[in-house]
């Protein structure tokens, strides 16, 4: 689904506009990339957005085969919550 459906979808759910309606999409997904740069974790009934850290580790140039170090990095992670993985599982 793309988001212009679901912003379809959830304007028909809401009575809002479409237009309201992504606006209010465009806002959460700012809310929610600014709480996490914050170091805040998001829960919601769907789950958790949290970043993780991601250790350097040793890897190969699959060109070369070169060994190389992979630098270590944040990485945002999603943990879906227990109900969402049994309502999309059935």
Known sequence: MKKSDFIEKLAEKINLS??????ILD??????TTSLKG????T???????????AARSGVNPKTGEKITVAPRVVPSFKPSK???EAVTQ
């Not at 806002?27 to 929610?32: P, Y």
């Open 18 to 23: 479409k237009r309201e309606t992504g606006k």
């Open 39 to 42: 170091g805040d974790e998001v």
């Open 44 to 54: 919601l009934d769907v789950g958790k957005f949290e970043l993780k850290k991601r």
């Open 27 to 32: 806002e959460f997904s700012a809310l929610l």
């Open 83 to 85: 109900r969402f993985k």
